[in-house]
């Protein structure tokens, strides 16, 4: 079975930087696409970041471009999430997930993790 | 931006039949799935690509389509069954990639 387990969320001031992890078992972790998702009261599921099997295409909606990197270590099975300049409306839980295939061509997420809480407050 | 939209709540009796929507002008164009996610617990795919439900979901389960809106069905509902559900898919040009705002359902 897959098994997704995140980490790394925490207590974090505005304006602050945050990197989340993502650990796999189980699943031969480099045949598949990767993605972060965010739920909060307020915004409910939020797509954060999504990344290819090789590592090589990547997609991030308008609400983290350019603050928010997301990258893998297929040899490790490792997914992280770097996340800079956070915001107040980025506290959430984090979930790691994993798509259908290698790349974009189907958005549905066949597995998740037990997501991570990040808090962005002062 | 894209949005999908779904009704806040729905309730059912067991044993009856309840039935979610959710409506997106994309949805004749792109996939939908299905999330059923329970309190503190992960989201899980219950139907994918509009109507495949994967491996270890109860045949209860069933997506359908109907112009540009898709159908969460759950047949003979059970007490196990009560949680919120979640339809996700993409705007028209798969640029925006969104989930809709959830639908409880209650089982009375």
């Known amino acids: 079975d897959v098994q997704l387990l995140e980490s790394g969320g925490t207590l974090v001031q505005p304006g602050g930087s945050l990197r989340l992890s993502c650990a796999a078992s189980?699943?031969?972790?480099?045949?598949?696409?990767m993605a972060w998702v965010r739920q909060s009261p307020v915004k409910g599921l939020e797509w954060v970041s999504a990344i290819s099997a090789s590592g090589g295409v990547t997609y991030y909606p308008d609400s983290v471009k350019g603050r928010f990197f997301i990258s893998r270590d297929n040899f490790r099975k490792i997914l992280y999430l770097q996340m800079e300049s956070l915001r107040v409306d980025d506290t959430a839980i984090y979930f790691c997930?994993?798509?259908?295939?290698?790349?974009?061509?189907?958005?549905?997420?066949?597995?998740w993790g037990q997501g991570t809480l990040v808090r962005v407050s002062s | 931006s894209y949005e999908l939209r779904q009704p806040p709540s729905v309730s059912v009796s067991p044993g009856q039949t309840a039935r979610i929507t959710c409506s997106g002008d994309?949805?004749?164009?792109?996939?939908a799935c299905w999330y059923q996610q329970k309190p503190g617990q992960a989201p899980v795919l219950v139907i994918k690509k509009d109507s495949e439900r994967p491996s270890g979901i109860p045949d209860r389960f069933a997506g359908s389509t109907s112009g540009t809106t898709v159908f969460l069905t759950i047949s003979g509902v059970q007490a196990e069954d009560e949680g919120d559900y979640f339809c996700?898919?993409?705007?028209?040009?798969?640029?925006?990639?969104?989930f809709g705002g959830g639908t409880r359902l209650t089982v009375l």
């Open positions: 996700q898919s993409a705007d028209r040009n798969g640029t925006y990639w969104v």
């Open positions: 997930a994993m798509m259908s295939g290698a790349g974009f061509a189907d958005l549905h997420l066949h597995s």
């Open positions: 994309a949805l004749p164009k792109q996939y």
């Open positions: 189980g699943v031969t972790f480099d045949n598949y696409a």
